[in-house]
């Protein structure tokens, strides 16, 4: 009786100071570290947890949390924390909580749950268990593994060679490349195992095989990088892929960037050789027994190697397969292997590697044919309706010998006679694209290449003996597998495919990298990477990939002297990052992606890691630009407003109405202020308040050089539609200026440009918000959805299905000339989810912990959705607009507050939940900010009100 009293007092002290949730009110939808579920082969000693909850009711948030972690499943069932015990920590942050705990130890795997109480201090249940693993972490745990390379080339097919020939040469050579290389070792395992896992870091690209059968479903891995400074290895856990007795590993290796020592060799703007070396290789099988012993099975000089049937391989170029030097199951026990030799291990500069935390690339699509004819020459034209990234999965049945040659372009003649090479002729890399197959005969022989990809809708097939089919070839899309988040539809079909092709634009241009085009460079240019960075963000998870991308540009940086001062050398980027084709210096427009990228991840993800790990080298780079300063307080230094309508920079320079220095100074201007926030943020008061300084001055000298009347009227602007959107954008123009200069951007658009366009990469970024913003969305409408050049339509209707590079009048050439694939024409898109969706993250509180909601549309339109993901859920806003009444299904994520940019008059209006704003306010505690703004907290509402 005694302990049933001492029980029952136990419970009702602990019930009357902690209140718990009834049952499902708050539900952990989402537990992450480092933004993953359950990862493997983290690598930071100081991860960060988040937690994504599904609260019932309205206005929830979160007033504390606990975070466990330890180091064995059976203690955190026990709520012990031996690696870490937050205790409860009275805060509303959910999202990137830096773990404070025991030092986290390399191989590792450790448990962890968090539990949360809400604004009411009603705690959640613990979440389920959680789990992340430590990766290498060091160079000492590698162990015995040593690097290996192919000791000698025994290629003899007489396809080993392809022809290389740049537009400056005048007769093509031979060239061969390094050769693809196998390897392979057989493992003896005589215990039970109860873990495996394997380690590989291949510069090149390499792919695993264990028992006959590849590895995980990884391509073209590991991502590029500056492989001197930083390479990537991949882990995969082999537990079950392992038996008992002989197993056999195989490794075949391609030269991916890190061997590309053909294309681009005489270009002026790359190294003499672009090559780091011959593809190498390195391999740690880690194996626990369930006697509780450990073992090490790893690459070293007793490796066999062989070459074999993919007898060329180039990035650019392609691959070469001759079926006939196939080597057989050379990835199973017991074979064959004494006539191989024995590779030779190798000593490749490198200053870290560490594991890949980006998504693989990988095969995600297969295009079946949609037209099928013969080209001009009779031979066969297979058209697969989308310009994709990728390459041919093709299936044959020919005679022994029988050479196959698929050349692959993006585009048609105009007449649509035969393909036009355009862009994927090699006339600027040297290796035009071109995919070969010699049959080993006999029998339905299946191939698709290993070490290349292609920028292709079309391709023209050779030396096959029946008309091309679904079931002889398909287009395959490869690219890094970066997960589709957010989403955009509307009541206009045009926008919605303006949509779609963006997207496209920018799945075929991610491989590790953000590129510029997926054949002819297949290079980071820093413009292009910031000029489509937020609309990436808002339709996929990106938060490692521009992590990653930051290391590249920061490991590509190099001395170069200041431009006032040059006996000063700053570290600067070059134009191109990571790579040895580098241009030169990276300019100020193209260059600010260093902190642009940096700045919009932390808009969007709330997490300051970039910001601080980048910090130095924003701040040096910002410096460089400083040193450009001029008399007349302007920075002397701009790429350009890049590809503006009928620009060429050869035969049409003129046609860049906006001096690269405007628009380069305008970026600059921005960019001041967001390295002032970011001097804050690292307790840098002096930098933040010389930020502010260079940022005043630079706004009066804008002014004082670049905002001039515009003759024959009352208007002003800053000589170019770009810099005078630029300037409106980043609030350059003076308060008093405001309207003559928007009326003067209309001036240009309607009166002098006939409701067009003139705008580049810069200007068409925000070209159609800033209208938006000030009054003129329908202007923004036309100007995206009149057929007639240059709009987005016009592209559209040309029948493109990507963004092309150059806007041309498409129907006055032979053919569409230059890439046809560049993202860095997929800014503009933004627009639909910040204007037409209306929604966009306070600054303050980063990370949409607080967002705003404020649709800007045209009159044309009359309903969109979108869905923008955050950390803490998907913000879902779905708007009518008929009779005046807008009404708006909006859903506020948990722990999160939106703000409603409304008018007096829509207040006065407003009704939310069928609840008039009176009865509202009290019902969900709402706030007024500005006089006519609502702030609203979590949950599912309907919002209506007159709108006219």
């Known amino acids: 009786m005694r302990q049933l009293y001492v029980l029952l007092l136990l419970v009702l002290t602990v019930s009357c100071n902690e209140k718990y949730e009834a049952k499902g009110t708050l539900v952990f939808n989402k537990v992450l570290v480092n933004s993953k579920e359950n990862p493997q082969t983290i690598e930071s000693e100081t991860p960060v947890f988040s937690w994504e909850v599904n609260a019932e009711g309205f206005n929830k948030s979160q007033s ?18 031996d690696i870490w015990n937050s205790s409860k920590i009275k805060s509303t942050q959910s999202a990137h909580v830096k773990f404070e705990g025991e030092a986290l130890e390399a191989l590792k795997k450790y448990f962890w749950k968090v539990k949360i109480w809400d604004e009411k201090g009603t705690s959640s249940r613990w979440s389920d268990v959680q789990t992340f693993e430590m990766g290498l972490m060091n160079e000492a745990n590698w162990g015995e593994a040593k690097w290996i390379t192919l000791n000698k080339d025994t290629r003899t097919s007489e ?50 095989f264990l028992n006959g059968e590849k590895v995980g479903d990884h391509v073209l891995d590991p991502a590029p990088s500056n492989y001197d400074k930083q390479a990537y290895y991949v882990n995969y856990d082999i537990t079950d892929d392992l038996k008992f007795g002989k197993n056999a590993f195989g490794i075949n290796l391609g030269n991916g960037f890190y061997g590309q020592n053909i294309s681009w060799k005489n270009d002026p703007e790359s190294d003499r050789d672009l090559a780091f070396g011959p593809p190498t290789v390195r391999c740690l099988v880690k194996l626990k027994f369930a006697d509780g012993s450990e073992s090490d099975f790893y690459t070293d000089a007793s490796w066999k190697e062989s070459t074999g049937p993919i007898v060329f391989n180039n990035i650019y170029g392609g691959d ?67 310009n994709i990234a990728g390459w041919i999965k093709l299936n044959v049945k020919e005679k022994e010998g029988q050479f196959i040659e698929v050349i692959t372009t993006e585009a048609l003649l105009t007449d649509g006679s035969d393909i036009f090479l355009g862009s994927t002729g090699g006339g600027a890399n040297g290796m035009p694209q071109i995919y070969e197959y010699i049959c080993k005969g006999s029998e339905l022989e299946s191939w698709e290449p290993k070490f290349s990809y292609h920028g292709f809708r079309f391709a023209k097939v050779k030396g096959v003996s029946t008309k091309p089919d679904a079931n002889m070839i398909k287009a395959v899309l490869v690219a890094t597998d970066i997960q589709e988040t957010g989403s955009f539809s509307s009541s206009d079909e045009l926008l919605n495919k303006m949509h779609s092709i963006s997207k496209w634009t920018i799945v075929d241009n991610i491989h590790g990298i953000p590129e510029d085009c997926p054949h002819r460079e297949k290079c980071g ?20 990939f521009y992590k990653k991308y930051m290391d590249d540009i920061r490991t590509q940086m190099r001395p170069t002297k200041g431009y006032n001062n040059p006996e000063i050398k700053f570290q600067v980027p070059t134009m191109i990052a990571p790579g040895k084709r580098t241009s030169t210096y990276a300019k100020i427009d193209w260059g600010v992606a260093t902190m642009y990228l940096p700045w919009y991840n932390y808009k969007f993800y709330g997490d300051d890691d970039i910001v601080l790990e980048y910090y130095d080298a924003m701040k040096g780079l910002t410096d460089f630009y400083l040193n450009y300063k001029g008399e007349n307080g302007i920075m002397q230094d701009g790429m350009g407003d890049w590809c503006p309508p009928r620009w060429d920079r050869r035969l049409n320079p003129s046609a860049m109405e906006c001096d690269p220095i405007i628009s ?40 004082k050089e670049f905002l001039v009347e515009i003759p024959g009227t009352k208007y002003k602007w800053y000589q170019s539609q770009t810099a005078t959107v630029q300037a409106l954008q980043f609030g350059i123009v003076p308060e008093n200026e405001v309207d003559n200069v928007v009326n003067g951007l209309v001036h240009d658009i309607v009166a002098v440009k006939g409701g067009h366009h003139s705008t580049g990469i810069h200007g068409n970024r925000y070209i159609y918000t800033v209208l938006s913003n000030y009054g003129k969305a329908d202007l923004a409408y036309d100007i995206l959805t009149t057929p007639e050049f240059p709009s987005q339509t016009y592209v559209m209707n040309s029948g493109f299905t990507t963004w092309p590079e150059r806007q041309f009048v498409w129907e006055d050439m032979e053919g569409p000339t230059n890439s046809l694939n560049h993202p860095m024409h997929t800014g503009f898109a933004t627009y639909f989810y910040e204007s037409l ?16 909601v404020n649709p800007q549309f045209p009159s044309q339109l009359t309903s969109t959705t979108v869905e923008v993901p955050t950390p803490y859920g998907t913000i879902h806003n779905a708007w009518k607009f008929e009779n005046n009444t807008f009404k708006m299904n909006l859903k506020v994520p948990f722990n999160t507050k939106a703000k409603l940019v409304l008018s007096q008059e829509e207040l006065e209006s407003l009704v939310i939940n069928g609840k008039s704003f009176a009865d509202a306010k009290s019902e969900y505690n709402l706030e007024i900010e500005e006089n006519s703004n609502v702030i609203i907290g979590s949950g599912d509402y309907e919002i209506t009100y007159s709108k006219s």
């Open 320 to 386: 070469t397969y001759d079926a006939r030097f196939e080597i057989g199951d050379w990835t199973t026990e017991d074979y064959n292997d004494s006539d191989w030799g024995n590779a030779k291990e190798a000593s490749p500069k490198i200053k870290k590697f560490s594991a890949q935390q980006i998504p693989p690339i990988k095969k995600l699509q297969e295009l079946e044919p949609q037209n099928v004819f013969k080209g001009a020459d009779g031979e066969w034209i297979v058209d697969f309706g989308q």
């Open 525 to 544: 240019w820093l413009g292009d990477a910031h000029a489509f960075c937020e609309y990436a963000l808002y339709n996929y998870d990106m938060y490692d």
């Open 837 to 852: 969706g209306g929604i966009q993250t306070s600054t303050e509180n980063a990370g949409f912990k607080e967002f705003v």
């Open 64 to 81: 504390a949390y606990q975070i466990l972690v330890a180091s064995a499943e059976d203690k955190l069932n026990n709520n012990e924390g």
């Open 159 to 208: 396809y080993r060679f392809r022809d290389y020939k740049t537009g400056r040469m005048d007769k093509p050579v031979p060239v061969e490349g390094f050769p693809a290389s196998y390897f392979r070792k057989e493992l003896n395992v005589e215990k039970d195992i109860e873990n495996g896992q394997v380690y590989i870091c291949g510069l090149g690209y390499y792919e695993l």
């Open 664 to 703: 380069a100074n305008a970026y600059f201007y921005d960019v001041l202020g967001i390295m002032e926030r970011f001097a804050k943020m690292n307790n840098d008061t002096d930098y933040e308040l010389k930020m502010k300084q260079e940022k005043e001055a630079l706004k009066t000298a804008f002014n």
